[in-house]
């Protein structure tokens, strides 16, 4: 049985703290959509937004903590081409305006059509290079986990065990993929076979 989400309002989160420590907490919209929040010793309220993010931040993805960082940027990577290649599908897209990101950004001034195409062709060089190293339904779970913002239990492929098996299978396939990425991408080396 799921666990029910406890209701956040203002007046219980202004009611909880102070009014100079309220300035520092999320608002309750924002836990409502939330992952996890901790309170640092700032006193200064950090959520996260997905799974991902909190597998980043527990050190889930490797015990290295550089190795930590460049995973979850390769899954930013991911994330943020799929999400400029306009295949989300909530995402709308004017095709008509310029896109970029500033003077030094290899898009600037580039139409949005052609941002799109470059960046649906990193999607699917990354798509083959993962079905070419670990495997289509592996790579589907990279897709679910770092796209869809799924949790690693719900879309580990190991059926009839316990939750810790699931999450444990889960986060190597997810670690294995998101290696490949980087390997991919230049940003780690690659592993001499």
């Known amino acids: 049985m799921a666990k029910r989400k406890k209701k956040i309002t203002v007046a219980t989160v202004k009611s909880a ?68 290649s306009g295949l989300t599908g909530v995402s709308g897209m004017d095709l008509t305006r310029q896109s970029g990101g500033g003077d030094n950004s290899p898009s600037w001034g580039m139409p949005t059509s052609e941002y799109a195409f470059a960046n649906r062709e990193v999607v699917r060089h990354a798509r083959n290079a993962l079905v070419t190293k670990i495997g289509t339904m592996y790579s589907g779970i990279v897709f679910a986990v770092v796209i869809d913002g799924e949790k690693i239990e719900d879309v580990a492929p190991v059926d009839h065990t316990s939750h810790a098996t699931r999450v444990s299978f889960g986060l190597e396939f997810l670690r294995v993929g998101l290696r490949v990425l980087a390997q991919h991408w230049g940003m780690m080396p690659t592993q001499p076979a």
């Open 17 to 84: 703290v102070p009014q100079r420590e309220a300035e520092m907490r999320a608002t309750p919209e924002r836990l409502r959509h939330a992952v996890d929040s901790r309170v640092g010793t700032d006193k200064v309220q950090r959520i996260t937004a997905s799974h991902l993010e909190w597998y980043a931040a527990h050190g889930k993805l490797s015990t290295n903590s550089r190795d930590n960082m460049i995973l979850m940027d390769a899954a930013r990577k991911l994330e943020k081409a799929w999400h400029a």
